[in-house]
C-alpha cells in the first residue's frame, strides 16, 4: 500500500482499520512546548538587553579578557534567545499544520508524515529500535528511589538551609527529574537511521517504541 493511500485511510477514516496504529499530533503538548520557549524568549532577549547596557562600552575598556567574557555571556544569553525563537516559530507551524504531521503504524508498514516530508519503511525493514533517554521514575511512597535517609550531618545542614540541598535531597530531586527522550530505528535498506520523535508531540516514546517493537517482530516471523 502506498504512503498517501495509507495516509489518507488514517485521516478520512472515522475509526482506524483494525490493528492500525494512528498518532496525530498531540497539539497540547506542542503549546506546553511553545509556553516554553516563549519564556526563553523572554528570559534570553530581556537578560541580554539588561547586560548589555550595563556591561557596555565599560568592560570593553579594561583588556582582552574581561572583553572576552562579556562577550561570551552576552552571546549565551543571546544564543538562548534565539533558539528559543526559532524553536517557538517551528512549533507554531506544527500547531497551524497539524493534520500534516501524523504516525501510522498498520501490521506491514510505517509511516510518519512531517510537514512535506513523509517517511515510509515496510516494518519487514526496521531494525534496532530505540528510546534514548531514561524512564519515567518510580514516584510511588514505597519506592525505595524515593525515599529519602539523610545522615545525621544532613539532618543539621537540613535545619539551617532546608532539604532540597542535602545530598540525599539533591539525589532524590535528580532521580524525579526526565531527561530528554528520543525514539528512532535502521532501515535495513540503507542502514540509515530513522528519527519516529524526538519529543512527546505523538506521545510517550516509551509507549511508541513497544508499539513498533511488537509490529515490527509480529511482521518479520510471519514472513
Known sequence: MESSEILMMARTEAEAPPGWVVLPLARSSVLVSIAGWF?????????????????????????????LFTTLFLGLFLFIGLGSLGALITDTLRVLQADKHLIVITPNEFVK???????????????????????????SIRSAENRLDPNAGENVLSLFAGR???????????????TPTSLA???????????????????????????????????????
Do not use: C
Open 185 to 223: 530505528f535502521v532501515d535495513s535498506r540503507s542502514e540509515n537511521e530513522v528519527i519516529v520523535v524526538d519529543d512527546k508531540s505523538h506521545g510517550d516514546p516509551f509507549m511508541i517504541a513497544a508499539l513498533l517493537k511488537q509490529y515490527a517482530a509480529s511482521a518479520q516471523s510471519i514472513a
Open 113 to 139: 508524515q512531517e510537514g512535506e516530508k513523509v517517511i515510509h519503511v515496510p516494518l519487514m525493514h526496521i531494525r534496532h529500535v530505540t528510546a534514548r533517554g531514561a524512564k519515567p521514575p518510580d514516584r
Open 39 to 67: 519564556l526563553g524568549i523572554v528570559l534570553g532577549f530581556g537578560l541580554f538587553a539588561i547586560m548589555a547596557s550595563a556591561v557596555i562600552p565599560h568592560n570593553y575598556q579594561y583588556g582582552f579578557v574581561p572583553a
Open 164 to 178: 532540597a540541598f542535602t545530598s540525599s535531597g539533591m539525589r532524590w530531586r535528580l532521580k524525579r527529574m526526565r
